[in-house]
């Protein structure tokens, strides 16, 4: 049975930095990419970055892109989202998902099977 797990949201101030943890276990030998979400409250869930598991290949939105970064620890099967210079904006809860299919638009939630329950991020003074 396929499951993600996030940890490492909390309350921080504006500047801070942050890392969010996902744990994936379960069959991951067709695991394509995973990738970070994030649903503000009261407004869409929205794409934040994803890595390509295998290659290791990443991508941002332009909303975080300089300041988050996506990594991974293929042996354990964890992925890293290290958040520098948070803002109010950032505040949301943070999913990570995954994906086995080859070629989907990886910015499109629909394009990911597998979701974690998610973990609070708020960036507040």
């Known amino acids: 049975q396929v499951q993600l797990v996030e940890s490492g949201g909390r309350l921080v101030q504006p500047g801070d930095s942050l890392t969010l943890s996902c744990a994936a276990s379960?069959?991951?030998?067709?695991?394509?990419?995973m990738a970070w979400f994030r649903r503000p409250s009261g407004k869409e869930r929205e794409f934040v970055a994803v890595i390509g598991w295998t290659a290791g290949s990443t991508y941002y939105s332009d909303s975080v892109k300089g300041r988050f970064t996506i990594s991974k620890d293929h042996a354990r099967n964890m992925m890293f989202l290290r958040m520098n210079f948070l803002k109010p904006d950032d505040t949301a809860v943070y999913y990570c998902a995954r994906t086995d299919v080859m070629g989907s638009p990886l910015e499109d939630p629909g394009a990911y099977g597998y979701w974690g329950q998610g973990t609070q991020v708020t960036v507040s003074s």
């Open positions: 379960g069959d991951t030998r067709t695991m394509r990419a």
